[in-house]
């Protein structure tokens, strides 16, 4: 079995979900990185 991780930032603000990547600020609502939670 492989271990796959993979990594979300999910908005605290308008629940925008970056897959991956963690953006300088929120597309949706324009929220500061400082703003997102980490998943995963
Ligand atoms: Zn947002």
């Given at each position: 079995?492989?271990?796959?991780?993979?990594?979300?930032?999910?908005?605290?603000?308008?629940?925008?979900?970056?897959?991956?990547?963690?953006?300088d600020e929120?597309?949706?609502?324009?929220?500061?990185?400082?703003?997102?939670?980490?998943?995963?």
């Amino acid at each position: 079995m492989e271990e796959r991780e993979t990594t979300y930032y999910v908005c605290n603000v308008c629940g925008y979900v970056s897959d991956g990547i963690l953006p300088d600020e929120c597309p949706i609502c324009g929220a500061k990185k400082e703003r997102f939670v980490k998943f995963g």
